[in-house]
């Protein structure tokens, strides 16, 4: 199956099993490593095209797909990630002259993907309710029932992966689904909906919308929508509750910013820890929610860590405006201009009173690309120490006492994940229990997998994703009294 046109470079939005032209303006792309133009274009949604979207997925909601068994919908899924293995090359490929993205981690991200929809594949025939013995002569009933029109807003660090994470559990319960991409990086998105046109889904049950904020408002507005799950900053997460709730009280999961904490005790492997730290801001760029943008050592080794992490850095950067396609590449440019700007401006700003180890010029390579940059005891009321910056970006403090670590640690409105790194497991979870974040990982970074749920405390979200938890979130309970007499 081939996915790209190069022929014919016009994408559309997808309703009702087939691609057509939206009624909006053409949106193009430059390719984030040189500013070249990508040769592939799509036209954004207008209103009508979200309310025509939107009624073919409540046509579809109750109708032939009200009648597929929950075996049935496993089996479309299990062929779903066979397809999307299948077409991992090309779907890659425009995601990453969208995004700019690696493809060396845009492949790894297709088996989280695939794991990911085979897991919810296997749930779709073993969603179960409860019963309760007869009292007061009546008999209780408590089932799951699918919440109807949902829809996926998704941020441009990983499009396909939250496209996924946000379809297959939605239809795995039996809801419907309408997907809006980043308008930053929608390209691999709209290919994917054609495998699951391909896996049998029936017309109007996978939707997807391109667009810019307008769209998502008027999804997250829309009286006949049910739910919304978002990934995106906390800002535009509050805009989307606030719609959420002002128009029908849908239902919403948030999956938000981060400034997450990496906590590296002297009794550490430290060959392990500067694996993990370096990976942890500088994966896609720093483009991760959940990246660790600050780094607590503690005082006996602080001078000697950092030290191999300036030196871990710069061989980053000495590889810096490799184009991303290349195998070999692992350090990409950030999305687009704006991004570009809005980084580079946060580091200069930070640089006029804090100290900078390594990076923070200007290292564009005639792209979007920015050195990893290390900032080192940074005022703790600066921008680039309390913001989320989304970029290579790394905050460094040092402590003397795990009190102290925790304390800094929790100072911050985020709460999305974190790190420890330490050779005494009790130590380990002692502290883990104490950070106030969604997920912790113990010597290792940023881990995620289908089997557990994410999301964040405070400022970072509500609500969870993967897991058997992010599978209830797409389900409502409904409870049935039967009288015994």
Not at 28 to 54: E, G, H, L
Not at 149 to 160: K, M, P, Q, R
Not at 297 to 312: G, N, P, V, Y
Not at 342 to 350: F, L
Request: include cysteine.
């Amino acid at each position: 199956m081939t996915l790209i046109n190069t022929q014919n470079p016009e994408l559309g939005l997808f309703l009702n099993n087939e691609y057509v032209k939206g009624e909006g303006p053409e949106l193009c792309f430059k390719n984030p490593k040189d500013q070249s133009d990508i040769p592939f274009r799509v036209n954004v949604a207008s209103a009508a095209d979200v309310d025509r979207a939107v009624h073919n997925a409540r046509t579809a909601f109750i109708g032939e797909w009200a009648s597929w068994t929950g075996e049935r919908r496993g089996e479309a899924l299990y062929k779903l990630a066979k397809l999307v293995d299948d077409n991992k090359h090309e779907l890659a490929y425009l995601e990453s002259i969208c995004s700019g993205k690696p493809l060396s981690g845009l492949l790894m991200e297709f088996d989280m993907m695939t794991e990911a929809i085979k897991y919810y594949a296997g749930w779709a025939d073993k969603l179960k309710g409860e019963s309760y013995s007869p009292e007061k002569g009546f008999y209780r009933i408590v089932k799951r029932e699918p919440l109807g029109v949902c829809c996926g807003i998704t941020a441009w660090n990983a499009s396909l992966l939250f496209a996924a994470w946000k379809s297959v559990p939605a239809l795995a319960t039996g809801n419907v689904i309408i997907i809006k991409p980043s308008e930053k990086s929608p390209l691999g998105t709209v290919a994917l909906a054609a495998l699951y046109k391909k896996a049998g889904f029936p017309s109007g049950v996978f939707q997807v919308l391109v667009g810019a904020g307008d769209v998502g408002s008027l999804l997250s507005s829309h009286m006949d929508v049910d739910k919304i799950s978002f990934t995106g900053s906390t800002a535009i997460g509050r805009r989307v509750q606030e719609a959420s709730a002002k128009s029908n009280l849908k239902r919403v999961t948030l999956e938000l910013g981060g400034k997450s904490p990496a906590i590296v005790f002297d009794n550490a492997n430290l060959d392990q820890a500067l694996a993990w730290v370096t990976a942890g801001i500088t994966a896609n760029a720093g483009q991760v929610c959940a990246a660790t943008s600050r780094l607590f050592i503690q005082a006996s080794i602080f001078d000697a860590f950092l030290e191999r992490l300036q030196a871990s850095f710069e061989a980053i950067a000495q590889n810096l405006g490799m184009d991303p396609l290349d195998p070999k590449s692992q350090y990409g440019p950030v999305v687009d201009q704006s991004q570009y700007d809005k980084i580079s401006q946060i580091i200069q700003e930070g640089k006029k009173t804090n100290k900078v180890l390594t990076g923070g010029g200007d290292d564009s390579k005639g792209g979007n690309f920015i050195a990893p940059t290390i900032f080192v005891k940074p005022d703790k009321q600066a921008k680039v120490y309390r913001e989320e910056v989304f970029g290579p970006v790394l905050c460094v403090q040092s402590f003397e006492t795990e009190d102290e670590v925790v304390k800094e640690a929790n100072d911050t409105e985020y709460g999305l994940s974190g790190a420890v790194f330490t050779r005494d497991i009790a130590q380990a979870l002692r502290v883990s229990d104490r950070i106030r974040t969604g997920t912790i990982s113990i010597n290792c970074n940023l881990m995620v997998g289908p089997q557990t749920p994410m999301g964040g405390f405070k400022s970072s979200g509500i609500g969870r994703e993967m897991g058997e938890e992010g599978l209830h979130h797409y389900t409502e309970t409904k409870t049935i009294w039967i009288s015994m007499s």
